[in-house]
């Protein structure tokens, strides 16, 4: 097994924007996310999704959320909705979707997920949806390609070992994943894991222990799906947000505890600047 470390060498770059660029050629977002008591975890991936730079962002959230979630992001095109009819007339808007950060696993949320997975677009699955796919495989066969984004817990639940056994041998964990589920794969932890189904397999040495606190998962779902909107290729999409992502969380390490995922917004705008200029 050959696992290459991403590097300023190996990673990917956004194509600079054309100057009659407008933003129906960014991608439109579909975000299904935020059941009740987890309005946050759909708002927090909407944001990073819209400031990494995707050209329009719907957030389909329980109608607990919508206030709150446009009084903090007007921009984001927010949609309560608790059912599968509620989200059929959404869907054929997305070129993306993400599904699952704070969805929550009752039986609406898993007949929300049902209807999503037929979108033929590429769709980005963490969270809830992930614990779903765990609980129901043949259920929950996408349309469109798929990027699995579990952390170590989540990624125990879907290969049946324990979380213990999943980072014991993370890289074996990634590849089979990858290969189970015909999915690009995002092994999330220290050292996050990028794996293909054709066996090819990347290693982020980068990231920092200020990251462990809520939300910071649902801001990479959010990223990934925006450079999936802008039209970079699964994989190239997971590199560069999982690097990101990781070299944010570097540079605000030294405020130490404390740090919350919507402070790595800037510096992952700073960063994308730097590396794929507008
Ligand atoms: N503001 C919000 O609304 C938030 C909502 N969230 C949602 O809350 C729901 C539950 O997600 P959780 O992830 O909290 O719960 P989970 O039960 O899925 O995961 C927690 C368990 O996974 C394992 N695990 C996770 N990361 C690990 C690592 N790096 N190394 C080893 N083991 C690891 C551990 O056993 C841990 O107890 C999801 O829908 C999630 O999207 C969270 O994203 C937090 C923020
Ligand atoms: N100690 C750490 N070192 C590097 N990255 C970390 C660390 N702790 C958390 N992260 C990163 O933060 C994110 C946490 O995601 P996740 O566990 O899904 O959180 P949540 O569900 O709360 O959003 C992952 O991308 C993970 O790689």
Not at 137 to 153: C, N, Q, S, V, W
Not at 206 to 235: E, K, N
Request: net charge negative; proline share 6%.
């Amino acid at each position: 097994m050959t696992t290459i470390e991403l590097n300023e060498e190996n990673l990917p770059r956004l194509a600079p924007r054309p100057c009659d660029c407008h933003k129906g050629q960014l991608g439109h977002a579909v975000i299904v996310a935020g059941g009740a008591g987890m309005g946050g975890a759909g708002l927090l991936a909407a944001q990073a999704c819209l400031r990494l730079g995707a050209g329009l962002v719907s957030l389909l959230t329980h109608p607990d959320h919508v206030a709150a979630s446009l009084a903090r992001q007007p921009e984001v095109m927010v949609h309560g909705v608790t059912t599968a009819a509620g989200l059929q007339p959404l869907l054929p808007q997305a070129t993306v979707l993400l599904l699952g950060p704070g969805l929550g696993q009752t039986g609406q949320a898993a007949d929300m997920l049902e209807a999503a997975a037929g979108s033929p677009v590429v769709q980005v699955w963490d969270a809830d949806a992930l614990n779903l796919l765990a609980l129901q495989p043949e259920r929950f066969i996408a349309a469109g390609p798929r990027i699995l984004t579990p952390h170590p817990g989540e990624a125990a639940r879907l290969l049946g070992w324990s979380a213990g056994e999943v980072q014991a041998q993370r890289e074996q964990a990634a590849l089979q994943l990858a290969r189970q589920y015909q999915s690009v794969v995002v092994l999330k932890g220290h050292g996050s894991l990028i794996a293909d189904p054709g066996g090819q397999l990347l290693v982020c040495r980068h990231g920092h222990p200020v990251m462990a606190g809520p939300g910071f998962g649902d801001v990479l779902g959010g990223v990934i799906t925006a450079f999936v909107a802008q039209g970079m290729s699964s994989v190239d999409a997971a590199c560069l947000a999982v690097w990101l992502h990781a070299r944010a969380g570097e540079r605000l390490a030294a405020q130490g505890r404390g740090v919350i995922a919507s402070d790595l917004l800037t510096p992952m705008r700073a960063l994308l600047e730097a590396w794929s200029p507008v």
